[in-house]
């Protein structure tokens, strides 16, 4: 479970995050979406220790961010933003040193399984700098779980990746939500988001301006969007159902297409800006 | 405590390294450089304080060498792993101590040290300079490396950027290792110098070196004042630890 209760960081004259108030349960998938500098990065390092909050409070499982920063750190697992893998090291020898880092018992069955996992047998007693942007990835994901968490950090673990590793990325964090780990995701990939998480709230310049479980927020801003090409700009219209959105489309020209709204729409909606880079 | 896993991941990558001629050759090549033009060259037939430049010179720079390996490659490795790769991150967000990262890192940087220093001393015996008479040699010797690997780890993440740690080694770090007793006594130099020097602790460590190479008494207060040194640095570390991710 994780709560922040006006979660702030300024850097400077620099509002990374603003009075962020979540309530993320456990076992929940939760995304975090937004464009490039809205903050996410900074909320998941504050919820992470490694960064101090400017004010307002974290919690995970009952446990304070700041106060209780060590207790935290043996629930939680980070696959951090960077691919901060030891790249002088094996696959393996990088799995290895986070199970003694947790202090864990059986390691060895366990990087055998996660080799497996994530694919990465064969590759696994190669250095971790001959490993393509992809197998990284992986690796990463499959360290930040080596301790088992309770819950755990993903920032952009899918960022650059072809559509393939993506989707195996995918199938991994699935899995973890069988498990019933509890899972702070970062993303700026809509699609990613709509098919993963239990809910998602967007950021914008460090403030969180939505929050809901990505049916309700279509919901509400209209299930159908047509798009026109008017004067060389694509415009959006949303329309609540179906029928309305075609009888609008009609009266366009040829350049129209009719889609179910996502979320992208409601950040549009909402800020006028686009997530997606 | 645990600081295993720490010292782990620098043997595995410095183990890599070993196996490179190119690491092995460049770490030796400048110490040897100075025995040979100093011990063999410059110093033969020289006798100082009663005796051969040669076995003078092969603890200061044993002294030298020593407080280099054990400095810089943690500071950098340390820094870069810091600011650029963010490997540090992974200890961070694990639930070890700054103590913990403190003594696995001091550690690896001694054993750099002692490796690097240790080749001075067998180069020094083919050349003739015979072994450390006195057994107080070897914890001086290692007090000095775990002296500067934790100068090394404050360096490291002090840094705000790598070139930092290049920068404290040229003021720091370099002038040490030519005027601190490790090619000419300190007594040869101006007063005011020597003063500034006797609270620098490689000159404790060429003197209390040199004394037990030969088998000379080590006197306590170098010892001394070696250990309280590396006690208010070793602390020193752990603190900037603690703060370096806030
Ligand atoms: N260490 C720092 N020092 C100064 N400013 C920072 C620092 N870290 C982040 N910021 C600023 O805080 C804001 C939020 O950054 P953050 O990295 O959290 O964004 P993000 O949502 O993760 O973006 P991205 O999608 O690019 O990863 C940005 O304006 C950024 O420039
Ligand atoms: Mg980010």
Redesign the pocket.
């Known amino acids: 479970m994780i709560i922040t209760e006006n979660l702030t960081k300024y ?2 004259q ?1 509002k ?2 603003e009075k962020l108030n979540l309530h993320i349960v456990k076992g929940e998938i939760f995304g975090l979406l ?10 998941v390092r504050m919820l992470n220790t490694l960064t101090l909050p400017t004010s307002g409070r974290a919690e995970i499982n009952g446990l304070d961010v700041v106060r209780e920063a060590t207790k935290v750190k043996r629930l939680i697992g980070v696959a951090p ?1 960077e691919l901060n893998l030891d790249r002088e090291l094996t696959g393996r020898e990088n799995l290895r040193l986070h199970g003694l880092l947790h202090q864990m018992k059986g390691i060895e069955e366990r990087i055998e399984y996660l080799l497996k996992w994530t694919g990465l047998s064969e590759r696994a007693d190669s250095l971790v700098k001959t490993y393509s942007g992809g197998m990284q990835r992986r690796l990463l994901v499959a360290r930040s779980i080596m301790h088992r968490p309770g819950v755990l950090f993903l ?2 673990p899918t960022v650059g990746l072809d559509p393939q590793v993506r989707r195996q990325i995918w199938d991994l964090i699935r899995n973890l939500k069988q498990q019933g780990v509890t899972v702070l995701l ?1 993303t ?1 990939y809509i699609e990613e988001a709509e098919l993963l998480c239990h809910r998602v709230g967007i ?1 914008s310049h ?1 403030k969180l301006i939505v929050l809901g479980t990505p049916p309700e927020l279509k919901a509400q801003i209209g299930r159908f969007v047509v798009e026109s090409l008017d004067d060389g700009v694509t415009n959006y219209r949303l329309f609540e159902g179906r029928e309305e959105a075609y009888r609008f489309a009609q009266t366009r020209g040829d350049d129209v297409v009719i889609r179910e709204s996502n979320l992208e729409d409601v950040f549009i909606k909402l800020t006028g800006e686009r997530i997606e880079r | 405590m645990n600081f295993y896993p720490i010292f782990l991941r620098e043997m595995l990558i410095f183990k890599r390294r070993l196996l490179r001629i190119g690491y092995l050759f460049s770490t030796m090549v400048t110490p040897l450089l100075y025995l040979v033009a100093f011990g063999l060259g410059l110093g033969r037939g020289i006798s100082i304080e009663g005796v051969s430049y040669l076995a003078f010179v092969v603890p200061g720079i044993c002294a030298m060498s020593s407080m280099t390996n054990s400095y810089s490659w943690i500071a950098t490795t340390i820094a870069v792993g810091r600011l650029h790769f963010k490997t540090f991150d992974e200890f961070q967000v694990s639930p070890v101590t700054a103590t913990d990262i403190m003594l696995g890192e001091v550690l690896s940087g001694v054993v750099r040290g002692l490796f690097a220093s240790s080749l001075i001393l067998v180069a020094g015996a083919i050349f003739g300079a015979g072994f450390p008479k006195s057994p107080v040699f070897f914890p001086v010797w290692l007090l000095n490396c775990l002296i500067f690997a934790s100068f090394g780890v404050i360096a490291g993440f002090r840094a705000k950027s790598h070139e930092d740690t290049a920068t404290f080694s040229n003021f720091f770090i370099m002038p040490m290792a030519f005027f601190c007793g490790t090619f000419f006594p300190v007594d040869r130099l101006p007063y005011f110098i020597k003063a500034v020097l006797y609270f620098l602790p490689l000159t404790h460590a060429s003197k209390a070196l040199r004394a037990s190479f030969l088998g000379q008494g080590v006197e306590i207060i170098s010892l001394g004042i070696m250990l309280a040194v590396f006690v208010v640095c070793f602390y020193w570390g752990v603190i900037t630890i603690r703060r370096s991710n806030r």
């Open positions: 850097f400077g620099i990374a995050v937004g464009p490039n500098g809205a903050g996410k990065t900074t909320t933003q920032d952009e970062t700026h950021l460090g």
